[in-house]
């Protein structure tokens, strides 16, 4: 017999403890900033796809009208969308922003799991949530017919068997399988553990994944609730807020809470979109060392095959324009130096043919752009640690920093607004890591136009953005401070990227 009053409490056993009903709300809270800053990532590249070639028209999902541009050199950073900051957190085109809110709250929503998981068992209540038998499916199949047909199942111990599988699938499925396919796509990890990336089939599979996730938990959201007011709305709010059935404002209560994760979701939202370098310093509390620790201590261990390689490797930012570059490009590059200089014991000038007699190294690597797409390619050069050993850094150094030749008031400013020569830094343990490399060659050529040529920064550990191409000079510094606007590089300084760059 089906109960359907919904005057019985679900948990006649016990009402929820304190720890869980904390929980439950935290959880509520930090769903909404990934779900909402996991769709600004996804907004500046709008493309899901299934494998790391990433090719136009192999699209799994495509969530934009944008014609690819034809005809002419096109960059990545013209696929990015702007998404309303009713959706996106915090809208408008902000990657570097939305990224810090991501991870920020990544890491809150795994600490409050975490204590979450830990009570659980500390406090025997796991028992309500792991199905300790067989049964559970004909019991789940059982509640899935009776809600079928318009009614409510009678309570289990507390949960019938359908809730008690979709909510131990949630916890001990969705979730943990959310969080290993967000790390799958972090650089340092594809660098360092290639081998946990191809569980997902590579980074592409493990970003579509990732977003099927997302769908997921909105999916749970919204049948939870539906099924929870079924079950007598005002008797369950009042279990999950207030600790009592019959609580006597739980509507209230639950419309004053609604309000409060509404506020705290504008309130982020409008103080991004208003101070957008103040809201990146405060999130910087929790990402800045996570992101400092990954970056030196994942080092790059990837030897792909080489037949793997991304026929059209994607391309970004706009080769130098002008004419002290193309006077360069059309001597084939023999005028070209590479400064190496700043805190040396020996600065140096090096021409493409110094470079090229130096033992070279080959690596075949995904190149992670922070927008999300990927490609592989085989880069040969010269190891950056090799070019330090002849410079001599001073026991001051602890930064390198990387200057170029294009200047970024030649982009218009609605595909990337400020201008500057472009340059970035990197902590000087980074720039020694095997596979740190000024890259001259790709796939066997000498580096096209749009690739970096003559040389190019290679790090496989680290976002795209850090790459330098077009170098000019090489700096060995003890503070970013002085450099550009002081951030770590051309994009801390414009966008709000994060200085280093690991995920
Ligand atoms: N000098 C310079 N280097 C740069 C950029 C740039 O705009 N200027 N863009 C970076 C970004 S965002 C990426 S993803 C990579 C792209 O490298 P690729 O064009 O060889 O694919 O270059 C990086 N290096
Ligand atoms: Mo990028």
Redesign the pocket.
Known sequence: MAVGDGSLSLLAVSAFPDWLRATHLLNVLFLTLLARSGLEILSSFPKLYWDDHCAHGTEVLKLTRKPVPTGRLT???EEEESWSPLLALPGRRNLGLGRHWHFAAVIAWIATGAVYVVLLFAAGEWRRLVPSSWSIFPDALDAALTYLSLDVPAPGEPYNGLQQLVYFSIVFGLAPLTIASGAAMSPGLIGRFPGFVRLFGGKQRARTIHFACLAGFVLFTVSHTALVALHGLRGRLGEILLGAADAEHAVAVALVVLAAIVTLNVVATVGSLRSPRRAQRALDVLVAPLQHVLSRTLVSQQRYDRALVTPR??????P?KGEPYERLRADSFASWQLEVGGLVERPLRLALDDLRRLEPSTQVVT?????G?T?V?KWTGVPLARVLELCGPLPAARFVV?H???D?AD?PDAI?PGAGL???TIELAVARHPQALLAYE?NGEPLAV???APL??RLENQ?????????RAIELVDDVAQIGAGHGG??EDHVYFGSPAAI
């Open positions: 960059i990545g950073l490797h994607r391309i970004n930012g706009f130098p190149h992670n752009c922070i927008q797409w490609g390619a990387f170029a030749l294009d970024k982009t990337e472009f340059y970035e790709m749009e690739h970096g190019r920064l976002l795209g953005f850090k790459m330098v191409k077009w170098l051309w994009k």
